[in-house]
């Protein structure tokens, strides 16, 4: 026992328990069974059984035994681990360790360079860049000590590794964290070469082009899976694809998605559902925040533990720029795994993402403190991770047969205080605080054999770096003990101690008289003394001031009986905020519901033959326009009062672009697969600004980055209702089209995408439908053989009359040509959108049957809106379209009502007319006037209360409401502000705390909105708004 | 009108409409008596005459008030009964003139020069009378604009224009009333730290918002940094303009004259509090007469600013909320606050794509979220020229002041009743035809309709 100790101490690796046969041996052959048995311990073999006072027993490796009362094999080295905890080892499921990682070309972006339209890897792989199934962890991976260790000093034996990198990323391996060295390396490092497949939305380093947004991202990731499986048919016109195969190959493994938060969690996951895949998805942290959606995903999730640190709001003017959101996040973010475990979706925890992997433990005590069960995150990193990559046999509890992958700590694993001593990898020690072994604690007989004789002490070791010595006085005395060398030196007087009372037992010496003359004035005697410890015997040698040289030793005598002060982990409850629906300061606690509601006396824009009715009542019931009429009642109804005020529909913004986590897909002249649909990102704080304009619907269309851009959605303002729920259920679909400057990127220097005029636009409309014919009839002759495409399927839905198109356009020359492409392959162009020359051709584009769509004064921010007019909607209205005045602007959507009222103004245009431009007529373009746009018996409950005159610049919208349910209240905003601005205050003062308290803060980080936009314009927004637009992302 | 209609349409060789405004003349001077009965007159000082006549005379001012006389002579009258009579609106700082058509035509653009330091560019040079916004602006009761040069640090000079004119030297209304200085930011820019940047953005596209600067610097000292640099500049010009005759002249040191000599005023471009109180700093130290422009946080010290004399013009009100925790309405209401805590302040349009026509708009939307009209509209009329250094001649219909006048259907501020009618600068009748409007009778005509 001692010899070994002292072995292990000395030599940090030395036993070569395995080796590898097919390797030489340079010098003489050292094989060892590295039997080992660790006695006396409480062993945690897994969540559910716990063995105490049990012995384990590895050889080769391997766990062979485990268990009371079991037989130590001779040959073992016994361990004593009395009063330690032995637990497996953890597993980080989402690491890249041992992998390098792919870093962008150096010098970034040049948001100015060319397009890159095709992929830069070489060889049979796939057409895009991003789509790397190929990749392969295992062949790339080499152990790496420096990584390695940080990872084993918290307790992490095993890791899955892979390359964090692309949209479809390859394979992970499962490695452990032993150190790679002559006899032992890679070969027997590496447990599993292909365990896991992984997949994100981030394209990382890929330089092509496409995809340039989240949409774009989902839509390549559905079409890969498409692709694939058309593979499998051997298709010869393909060849051979290497990525496609991999893609298949890959898919018996476990799926894992990166997703960054929890929308992208979702939207992972309908993907998967799509193709009949259940990804495991790593978490973004902010899950708690909709627990119940990511619930409904049966997901298994990995967490990460990167909670956001503490800002320095100290500065009141830094303090504002950040969001009451981020305030709460950064409180709330360690309630994640705790929410997980409430809400029994089951979770792995990683490493991943932190700053300093030191963190995790402190984290992990943090979640713990939140509610988090200490069973259910030592199974999340033990059980559940091992079970998902079906490693489970090798590795995650201690069981006979598994892999010696344990820790051994000095009390139950989670405590504050518990000391990790070793962690064994595959058999091997690792020390990671050996000092740690002993409990040092206690009293000890010191015998100091100085040339004037044997001075005997009692030394008091309160801690590895505390002591008393106590004589005929207690002698404070500088101590330190680091698991094997002792340091001790003091003062065999005691220093002035007078004025402290307690503990200072024994006489006080002469030198106390004077009061002031110093410790040292009074010639003490000081040891300084270092030695060995071996369990209970400590001796050594040391020197006395004068120099004399003296020996001494130590021996065990008592136990340290001091009562152990730790404190309990607070057990009151913390104070903290509510998670709210937005994630948002005007979130709801509780989401509102639907009521019967009866508005009295008001004056109602019908929209309707009966027009502008004065007066009158309107019921809502179930959502829905129940009854318009005077002397209405219904007792079921709540009452409110419209004396004075004007009832209108609400108003339907034909063009906006709030609401999206990604607005353009640049990447590509014709990306009709992409779909906004799939990115809605409804806590945009701009749902809830619009609906105090009165906006109750908005159609989120593509940006304007290319001819044929992605599907748009039209949604309704349900603020607080998660992504799905905000669509508009049952409308028809439509598209995004592009003509003019944005598609031929007029303003980039270097544009090399086809269009660069607008007779190539005419082409690219031209080509793509022809190619949709083709690839209609193919389809139907041949259904199997031929190659599904996302792409041309939307164009064919035009063709079909099942896909509806809104086509941005400024010029006459560009509106004509697009009508005659239409008027070609036998469609419509059911709205032109902008169309600031639509006065132009108003005549043509009746005979087509467009609607159109525009701004009320918008002119001469580009070449092309030169000849841009505010009389534009009057003349197309005059000459019988269907007309709509729209935003593309998420603060002019705000007063959509008075861009309506301009076209009184601009062209004379009567007032319930003008109205209709922004409710009605955009309900006629979209295909939902059945449901929306008028107040009409049976109708959808979309109303706004305004105080004034609809059209006038001095009305406000009093009360929004959605389905009948309101949405938005002047009153109930009023008391929002209020809790705002408490809510804010409770955070800073709790930020402030934190920083006093000395807890590392990061500087205030301003919570910067970003604004998506068409790409088109200048936009009015905040001073922390970024404005993204198209060619931002146009060569992304 | 008919007129110009008929001119219009039988010009068709013109394919190229941009040169349709060439029928659109400046108004000759007009020497003799102008008289604007029976109309509400809004004085433009908080003040309302019903039923007042406004008599004008050689372009000035004479007379404001009831049962004024009108000679049987050979003198005009405008009958504006009904109607509603404003003093002309003015744009306090623009690039109206020098910005034709912001992107993509680069040689239309003459509002941003190269440098930091440039307070000797003087916008009045590049301002184009016959830039095609002039007209729509007009149309909507605009007649006067601050031209502001942009970009660097200091930018230049700006002056003060009158919107009918046929060229700059003829529209100037006052040369070089201010110089124009961008306070630095106080403000860590976008994605520099890391964290908080919103999810879904491509990692790349940071990359754009990242530049300049060191990683982890302190965007409050790199800020105060630039400010000294900009305090030295003034102070060495204050020491060089002590000594008369210089063997090297320095043109930049020059420029500033007026600020020194107050007869300009130093127009602070600055939306972040602690850029406002740097500007504040600026007053004190060197004694400027300071207007902060933009503004937008100006609410937040309100009571600093009146307190320290310092004036505001707000630019933008049609904004969206600072931050997503401010009140929705936070851009509509400040100038209720500025009004309350009683700063001098104007407002501006700095729209882009409306291109400043929505002026009065702005007005009104003040006027909802707490302004009175009288002192909404004040806020475009005498509160900017007082601000403009050209109050003593324009800003509010008072005997002694230029004949500017507009005279509309309805409210002005109210986008449903704002059609202007009649606009005079110094009595001149201008014209309120446009582009826009010519392009309407255009097709008009070819739809035939009424």
Redesign the interface.
Known sequence: MRKFKLLLSGLLFVSLIQAQETFPVNGIADKRSGTFAFTNATIVKDVQTTLQNATLIISDGKIIAVGNNITIPKEAVVVDCKEKYIYPSFIDIYSDYGITTPQ?APG??N?SAPAQITSNTKGAYNWNQAIKPETDASKLFAADESKAKPYREIGFGTVLTHVKDGIARGTGAVVTLANAKDGFKENLILLKEKASAHYSF??GTSSQSYP???MGSIALLRQTYLDAQWYKSKPSKEGINLSLQAFNDNQSLPQIFEG??K??DLRADRVGDEFGVQYIIKA?GNEYQRIADIAATKATYILSLNY?QAMDVEDP?DA???????MKHWELAPTNPAAFEKANIPFALTTADLRDPKQFLTNLRKAIDLGLSENKALEALTKTPASLLNIYDKVGSLDVGKIANFIITSGPVFNEKTVLLNNWIQGEKYAVKEDGWNDVKGNYTLVINAPSGTINYTLDVKSASAANVIGKDTLTGKFSFDGKIVKLSFSTTPARRSQFGGGAAGSFSGQGGGGFGGGRGGNPSQFRLSGFANGGRWNGNGEDTAGNKVTWTAKFDSAYTAIDSTKKRPSFPQRLGKVVYPF??YGWEEMPKQENILIKNATVWTNEKDGVLENTDVLVKNGKIAKVGKNLSDESAKIIDGTGKHLTAGIIDEHSHIAA??INEGGQSVTSEVRIGD?L?PED??I??QL?GGVTSSHILHGSANTIGGQTQLIKLRWGANDDDLKFKGADPFIKFALG?NVKR??SQNNNRFPDTRMGVDQVLDDAFARAKDYEAAMKADPKGTRRDLELDALVEILNKKRFITCHSYVQSEITSAMRIGDKYGFKFNTFTHILEG??V??KMKVHGSNAST?S???????EV??A???NA??MQ??GLNVCINSDD???A??LN?EA??T????GVG?EDALKMVTLNPAKALHVADKVGSIKIGKDADLVLWSN?P??????AEKTMVDGIVFFDRTR?LEL?KK?SSE?NRLVQKMLGEKRSGAPT??A???????LSCGD??H???????D?STD??IN? | MKKIFLSISSLFLLSVLAVAQETIYPAKEYNGLLFITNGTVHVGNGEVIEGATIQISKGKIVKVGKDIAIPADDVKVIDAKGKQVYPGLILSSSDLGLKEIANGVRGSNDYQEIGDLNPSVRSIVAYNTDSKVIGTLRANGILFAGITPEGGEISGTSSVVQLDAWNWEDAAYKYDNGIHLNMPSFIQRFGRRGGGIPAGIPPALLARFGGGGAEGSDPTKQALEKVEELKTFFREAKAYLQETSHKETNLKFEAVKGLFDKKQKLFVHADQVKQMLSAIDFSKEFGFDVVIVGASESFQIADLLKANNIAVILNQEHSLPATEDDDVDQPYKTPAALQKAGVLFALNDTHDESRYRNLSFNAGTAATYGLTKEQALQAITLNAAKILGIDDKTGSLEVGKDGNVVIADGDILDMKSSNVVYAFIQGRQVSLDNKQKQLYERYKYKYSIK
Do not use: C, M
Request: aromatic fraction near 14%; charge should be neutral.
């Open positions: 962008r970034g972006f948001f981030n394209r340039s947004s989240v960054d938060d929308w992208t973004g956001p003017n504002r720029l950040v969001s009451l959101a981020d948002d300061g986590a990604s990115n990102n704080i701009n809830y600004r105090s400057e007029t303003t006065y132009k108003a005549d701004f004064d918008w002119w001469y921010y580009k070449q030169i000849d007019n505010a009389y009057a003349i005059k000459v998420a603060e002019q705000r007063r008075q009222a301009k009184v103004k601009y062209g007032e005159h059209l006038s610049i001095y009305a406000v905003d502000r705002i804010r990061r500087p980080e301003p919570s910067w909105q970003v604004i314009h200048d009015h927004d905040g001073l922390i708004t970024v993204l931002d992302t992304n």
